[in-house]
């Protein structure tokens, strides 16, 4: 009896292992194709012309060249096709490539201004429902060409082109230059009624360093990072660059701002990390700068207010830590009355600069990328109060109000600046 | 007398807890959203209170009757007519339940990690785990239960405490979502059908008796709507409520968003697993108790002849609904309503029948 029931036990173990295994579905992964972005334009012949990069594991695991490498030996092959729709045109790649694609490692979906500029609602409908798409991949605007993108990053440190986009996505974290969308997020911010949607530009960067565009920050000046995608001014490496962010309007994408406006959307929505920062000195007879690496001490405090009338007033205080890291002018900003002066510089430049982002959003964009909406909200105790409401109609007429609040609370390696006395 | 084995009190809270958040890891909080919006978590308290009042409701019968279950109590109560068909509305209360969950079940597999395996095997293979988790009996049934709720209660744990960075407090308001009379109308009924009250006055005998039910029930109530209100807090603070009403497995969605670095990341498997223990449990006990409902009912020594029979039925009736989407509807439209009957509507009857019947006595004495 024993052995019967041995056996029956092995026979019952061995169907469950052979059913319940998955078996129908089982793919080797040398089977596989793993697509690691996708890069999305509007068609010449059809709807969307989609680009895909597909992981080359034989050049990433081994020493194979870095970047992209059209149809070629990189660590990744880019390859197109236009079509109707983004899901099925995977089957069209399949028929050049052995492999079964898979979005399962997908990391960023880049889809071309014009194409963002035309709406996404219906693009991105059609890409949640998939099975193999992640809410955790990186959501990317590109002025110029999806595809261009994608074909002249060149990926110079990193074999991986997957290890990129994380990157990217940590990166932001380090200086604020765009504030890192995922796809999750951006879906949410599409049928959200108190906040629009923004995701990170990217370009490539044309030219040389002359070819770049002009930063209002001139040689003296006391701005950092104001520029867009495709503009900074950096010559050699890689020519694909992240900053500034996309703004849209509904699922529309109405305008982009600069990597300093970016800085201060992050400070504003509570989210802005670290930083370096540049002012102008406040005490030098000339074109002097201090530079600062800035974090956010903690959340913005949000304070709304609705009268009668239904007029939005907003508070906003930004609590910043500024850490001196360079003094060109040798004054001693160490001292407390000379501290008090770069702290206020500090704050005043950094309020200017959040009034005005949210002058840019209520005028020229009439979109609350910030997220203010999500505080008037909490005047409201029903759904249906706050949909009647109608915020973002609201929002480019309210009157929103920015202090920021510095408190230098560290000097760097140096206590004491002396006087220069030359020779 | 059916032989059903005893457990402790402990074996007990757990088993019927396990099988209440069961309902989590398949479409429903979705229907919630739907319901609540923003305040989707407020239907369960809601849902509480109705549930426990079940429980006392219940015990109160049950202590009239101290050695018997609820199947011998319904049929005295109200005779052999109306009680047998009474009994008849849980047995098949406990067999849509057991068929809807495999087929939910199945479904919800299919499409987060067996995409081409076909429908029927998958469900075999659910019923198979139930099968032989109800031929075991619920004594095995309870201490696996007991055995497994670490893995369950700490997974669901591990899962809230992931989501913690992507939490956003704001997205519960306003606070009272698709306003009051949804959330504690609409939203507080439909979490309070569950299927563990009557499953609990069924297995009555084997959880200790009548003495113990109270406390039991209180205690397995508090713990899975604790945990369900916990999970659907953070569903609403991660995912909008629209975006919540749109996904299929909104716990699954939930799961695949957990990103703690590069490193840890695409934990969801984890969760699958998890949430299979959950439905083989869920789908052992919904047979079992409709096994023993009808055993009971035909007054049968043994419960298990009638297992065999009962799991083909199930499996034929979990593959009736042509798709996911209908198995979904026929969980909200058919099933959340009928359970309301053999855990709340027909105690209420027989505690008003078995009133009414000791006045006459009374009155004729």
């Keep these: 009896m024993p052995a019967v029931r041995i056996l029956v036990l092995s026979l019952l173990t061995l169907m469950a292992v052979l059913t319940a295994g998955g078996c129908w579905g089982s793919r080797e992964t040398d089977e596989v194709a793993y697509i690691l972005s996708i890069g999305l334009d509007r068609g010449e012949q059809d709807r969307f012309l989609v680009t895909i990069s597909i992981a080359n594991p034989q050049n990433i695991a081994g020493a194979g060249a870095g970047g992209a490498v059209e149809g070629g030996l990189g660590s990744s092959v880019i390859m197109s096709v236009e079509s109707s729709a983004v899901i099925p045109s995977l089957n069209l790649f399949d028929t050049s490539v052995a492999r079964q694609l898979s979005l399962l490692h997908t990391k960023a979906y880049i889809i071309s201004e014009e194409l963002a500029r035309e709406g996404l609602h219906d693009l991105l409908l059609s890409l949640i429902r998939y099975r193999e798409l992640r809410g955790t991949a990186l959501v990317l605007v590109s002025r110029g060409s999806a595809r261009d993108f994608i074909e002249k990053n060149k990926l110079l440190l990193e074999l991986s082109p997957t290890k990129q986009f994380e990157l990217i996505r940590k990166l932001t974290g380090n200086h604020g230059l765009y504030a890192s969308t995922l796809f999750q997020h951006f879906y949410n911010d599409l049928k959200s009624l108190s906040v629009e949607g923004s995701t990170p530009l990217v370009a490539i960067r044309e030219g040389g360093r002359g070819t770049a565009g002009p930063a209002s920050g001139d040689g003296g000046g006391h701005v950092l990072g104001d520029y867009e995608a495709g503009e900074v001014p950096i010559t050699g490496g890689n020519p694909a660059q992240i900053i500034g962010n996309a703004v849209f309007r509904g699922d529309r994408m109405v305008g982009v701002i600069g990597g300093e406006e970016a800085r201060y959307l992050l400070m504003l929505q509570g989210k802005f990390r670290w930083g370096n920062l540049v002012v102008a000195d406040p005490l030098a007879a000339g074109p002097a700068v201090v530079s600062l690496v800035v974090k956010q001490a903690h959340s913005p405090k949000i304070r709304t207010e609705i009268d009668p009338e239904g007029n939005v007033a907003i508070d906003v205080d930004i609590y910043l830590e500024p850490e001196i890291i360079g003094i060109m002018s040798g004054i001693d900003y160490e001292t407390e009355e000379n501290k008090a002066v770069l702290e206020e510089t500090v704050s005043f430049e950094i309020q200017r600069g959040c009034q005005e982002l949210i002058r840019r959003t209520q005028e020229e964009f009439r979109s609350d990328i910030i997220g203010f909406g999500k505080k008037v909200k909490h005047h409201f105790w029903t759904l249906s109060a706050w949909e009647e409401f109608r915020w973002l109609e609201h929002y480019p007429e309210a009157e929103v109000n920015v202090t920021v609040h510095s408190r230098i609370r560290r000097t760097g390696l140096q206590l004491k600046t002396m006087p220069y006395r030359g020779g | 007398m059916i032989r059903e084995g005893s ?67 319904t049929e005295e109560v109200f005779g052999p007519v109306l009680g047998t068909v009474f009994n008849l509305v849980t047995f098949s209360f406990f067999l849509a339940v057991g068929a809807l969950f495999t087929r939910e079940f199945a479904e919800a597999m299919i499409i987060t990690a067996l995409p081409e395996t076909p429908v029927s095997v998958v469900t075999v293979a659910f019923l198979a785990m139930g099968l032989a988790g109800a031929y075991l009996g619920i004594e095995a049934l309870a201490r696996t239960s007991r055995l497994s709720y670490l893995y369950v209660l700490g997974g669901i744990a591990l899962l809230l405490l992931a989501m913690v960075p992507q939490c956003d407090l704001d997205n519960l308001f306003p606070l009272l979502g698709r306003g009051p009379l949804q959330i504690f109308g609409n939203g507080s009924l439909s979490t309070a059908a569950v299927t563990e009250i009557i499953l609990a006055a069924v297995l009555v005998q084997a959880m200790g008796g009548a003495g113990k039910f109270r406390s039991i029930g209180f205690r397995a109530m508090l713990i899975a709507y604790g945990l369900g209100v916990a999970l659907m807090v ?44 959950a439905g083989a449990l869920k789908i052992a006990l919904t047979l079992y108790g409709a096994t023993v409902s009808l055993t009971r009912l035909l007054k049968l020594p043994d419960y298990r002849p009638l297992l065999w029979p009962l799991g083909l039925v199930m499996f034929i009736i979990s593959l009736l609904p042509p798709d996911m989407p209908a198995s979904g509807r026929l969980d909200l439209i058919i099933l959340r309503p009928f359970a309301l009957i053999p855990n709340y509507l027909i105690p209420v009857l027989v505690l008003v029948f078995y009133w009414l019947r000791g006045r006459s006595r009374r009155a004729g004495s």
């Design chain 2, 7 to 73: 457990f402790g009190p402990a074996e007990a809270v757990i088993l019927l807890a396990i099988s209440n958040i069961a309902r989590f890891f398949l479409p429903y909080p979705r229907s919630l959203a739907e319901i609540g919006g923003t305040a989707a978590w407020l239907t369960l308290p809601g849902g509480l209170v109705i549930a426990l009042a079940g429980v006392y409701v219940m015990s109160v019968i049950l202590n009239k009757y101290p050695d018997k279950t609820i199947i011998e109590i």
């Design chain 2, 234 to 277: 953070t569903l609403s603070m991660t995912v909008h409520y629209q975006s919540l009403a749109e996904f299929t497995l909104p716990f699954y969605t939930l799961a695949r968003q957990i990103y703690l670095g590069r490193f840890f990341q695409r934990v969801e498997a984890v969760f699958v697993i998890i949430w299979s223990v």
